[in-house]
């Protein structure tokens, strides 16, 4: 779409520029920097036109361009000046690239902005259904020539820097922070009255920007932000240069609050049973926040203090924990938050130690249960704006499930436990080298195959013995112990109750007594000095309440939203992305759908949180909508119990899943107690 705009009479030469296709006729020797401002054509500027930042870099193009009816002689542009020349001795300009401060329209040209020289350039993510981020964020640089100090005219140099952001930026800073008081007198005079400031926008369009820090003459280097994600078990932070978007490291750390209870409940238990409880899980958590900024600004070779802008996601106990609020209401209905609204901060209020003006921002939580983390997950996963309709699960000791479309968006949390994550598994493990996490049972042998994580290997591949010599085979991870679960139910080993065969209903020595059940023998690394690895009982129970939890939540918002089946299914969280859909649906974990709409959004949260740090609009976007989504809560909600005996099940006791029905056939047996050892009978109902 070309936008016609003429700002000079239509004899004027004619700049069209791309991708955009703005286009307007431009008097000889206007700038191609000012003829895209007046044309609104995204292309940066941090030191406003003065041959300083090198942001404005434009490629024109020269000869016939039919599309655009223009045919541009090499004279289009003004000759290649002494400032350009200068940059690119000193820094070095890519071929075929001009200067838009520079270069000044001298006849008909079609210019081209690269990506890179635009303000708001698209950080492209991975998956193909992802939505792009588009630049914005809160703390921008600006590079101004402040007028010196005249004894006739006393004015502080302060209100002199303001007045120079508002004559050469039209920023209407209302205030600076105080550490910027302190530089500012001496960042002026040793810049020659030429200072790069960093503003902060001032978190809503209602406030007004504030001056965040000052470095004398044009700033050369980056300035950063921090998207974090801060579970219950780990704390993961991605940190980003705020003008490129760029994630340029990533690190994580055990959450240190596990000491004082592995789940949620059991931390909200901790602070009712002792006193101070909160304030010393508040203190851990802060301080476990401070050594990961350490470790990830040392990653990344950066100075801590360049880090300016904090967005955080967390489920609600989290949330309010790292806040220093007792979070003993949530542990109890009605489950009231003390607050639910998007939370703007400064990083000094947590006690965080970053840039001593660093800004801080919380998402909005969406209920007692579902939280900060939850909007994240709506904020990149964008249910709201969907077409079909969507579940979308984050799996995680507690899952927090959406549901909707553009029409609307349910949400509520299921507490599916830490058995998803290997825990409460007899061989279970954190996923780690050494851990399986793919397995497949021959139906006819029962003889099982695997992969362990650090080789690519399948257990009965020739090589796999030497390819896992330096990790072993150590136990069963998360993905890896709902495959094995799946692939019993498929062999025929395991019935739909979840009890598992004795050796002679099923036909293997591999499954053996254990008490007064069976278990099932994956790997037997005894000879060796290694584990035992087996599929227990109890095991599978904890499977089955697991997968009953996060089913019934899932089913329970369709009730409320008056559907039986949904579009597509996406699956986020870590362990998400490793689920295979195949296998989580013969479980019964998630709704009969298509297997190709089952999808993983890796980690949905952090991404979300990303997205928040690098665009504000996208923090107002998700404010408003959260209000609109509608909670659910399972605890109260009769029909939850009865989706959960149901769903305990593998995979429904009265679900038909008739697209599972299609491509896979699970055996009709049953190992009841007093069984006649045949192994086969018919499923009761
Ligand atoms: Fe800074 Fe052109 S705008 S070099």
Not at 286 to 294: K, Q, V
Not at 445 to 457: A, H, M, N, T
Not at 549 to 571: H, I, N, Q
């Amino acid at each position: 779409m070309s936008t016609q705009k003429s700002t000079e009479k239509t004899t004027d030469p004619l700049v069209v520029f791309t991708p955009s296709g703005k286009r307007g006729h431009f008097a000889v020797g206007t700038p191609i920097l000012t003829a895209a401002r007046q044309l609104g054509v995204d292309l940066d500027s941090v030191c406003g036109g003065r041959g300083i930042c090198s942001k404005c870099q434009i490629t024109p193009s020269y000869g016939e361009f039919p599309k655009h009816g223009v045919t541009v002689a090499d004279t289009a542009l003004s000759e290649w000046n002494a400032v350009e020349q200068r940059y690119d001795d000193k820094r070095g300009l890519p071929k075929g690239r001009r200067l838009g401060c520079q270069a000044t329209v001298q006849g008909d040209v079609v210019i081209d902005v690269p990506p890179e020289s635009q303000v708001h350039k698209q950080v492209v993510r991975k998956r193909a259904e992802a939505r792009d981020i588009v630049m914005n964020p809160t703390v921008r640089l600006y590079y101004i020539e402040v007028q010196e100090p005249d004894m006739h005219e006393p004015t502080g140099d302060l209100e002199r820097m303001q007045a120079a952001l508002k004559a050469q930026w039209g920023l209407d800073v209302s205030r600076a922070h105080p550490n910027v008081l302190k530089e500012l007198q001496p960042a002026l005079r040793k810049g020659g009255w030429k200072v790069t400031v960093a503003v902060h926008d001032g978190g809503r369009e209602t406030a007004r920007p504030s001056i965040m820090q000052v470095w004398p003459g044009y700033y050369e280097g980056t300035i950063y932000g921090l998207a974090v994600d801060l579970g219950s078990t780990t704390i993961a932070a991605h940190l980003c240069d705020l003008q490129s978007g760029e994630v340029v490291a990533s690190s994580g750390l055990m959450n240190p609050q596990i000491r004082f209870g592995e789940d949620l409940m059991s931390r909200v238990s901790y602070s009712m049973m002792n006193a101070g409880g909160a304030d010393e899980m508040t203190e851990a958590v802060r301080d476990g926040m401070n050594a990961l900024f350490t470790q990830i600004a040392a990653e990344a070779e950066i100075n801590k203090t360049l880090i300016m802008d904090c967005v955080f996601v967390c489920n609600p106990v989290m949330h309010h924990l790292f806040l220093g609020i007792d979070p003993f209401e949530l542990g109890q209905a009605p489950f009231a938050l003390a607050t639910s609204s998007a939370l703007r901060l400064e990083a000094r209020d947590l006690d965080l130690a970053l840039h001593p003006s660093a800004q801080v921002y919380f998402l909005p939580c969406i209920a007692g249960h579902v939280g900060a983390d939850a909007a994240a997950v709506a904020l990149s996963e964008a249910p709201d704006k969907s077409e079909d309709l969507v579940l979308v699960v984050d799996v995680g000791t507690n899952a927090e499930i959406l549901l909707g479309n553009k029409d609307k968006v349910l949400a509520c949390s299921s507490p599916t436990g830490p058995a998803f994550e290997g825990a409460q598994i007899t061989s279970g493990q954190r996923a780690a080298p050494g851990a399986i996490e793919r397995v497949e049972i021959d139906p006819a042998s029962k003889e099982p195959r695997f992969q362990v994580i650090g080789s690519d290997l399948w257990s009965d591949d020739p090589g796999f013995e030497a390819s896992i010599a330096t990790t072993g085979i150590t136990g069963i991870c998360g993905s890896g112990i709902i495959e094995a679960v799946a692939e019993m139910r498929m062999a025929g080993i395991l019935d739909a109750s979840g009890l598992i065969g004795s050796a002679a209903q099923v036909g293997s020595v591999r499954c053996i007594e254990d008490g007064r059940t069976h278990s099932y023998l994956m790997w037997d690394g005894s000879a060796t000095g290694g584990p035992t690895i087996t599929v227990t009982n109890p095991d599978i129970r904890a499977i089955q309440m697991a997968k009953a939890a996060l089913y019934s939540g899932a089913r329970l918002l369709m009730d409320k939203f008056g559907v039986d089946t949904v579009d597509r299914v996406v699956l986020a969280g870590a362990f998400g992305a490793h689920i295979s859909p195949k296998h989580a649906m013969v479980l019964g974990m998630i709704p009969d759908c298509d297997i190709a709409k089952v999808t993983s959004a890796g980690n949905a949260a952090g991404t979300g949180a990303r997205i928040a740090l690098l665009n504000a609009d996208a923090r107002s976007e998700i404010e408003a909508t959260v209000q609109q989504i509608l909670k659910i809560e399972t605890a109260v909600e009769p029909r939850f119990q009865e989706h959960f005996v149901n769903a305990s099940a593998i995979p429904n006791a009265v679900e038909p899943f008739p697209i599972l029905a299609g491509i896979v056939t699970l055996p009709d047996v049953s190992f009841n107690a007093g069984g006649d050892g045949g192994g086969r009978r018919r499923r009761r109902g």
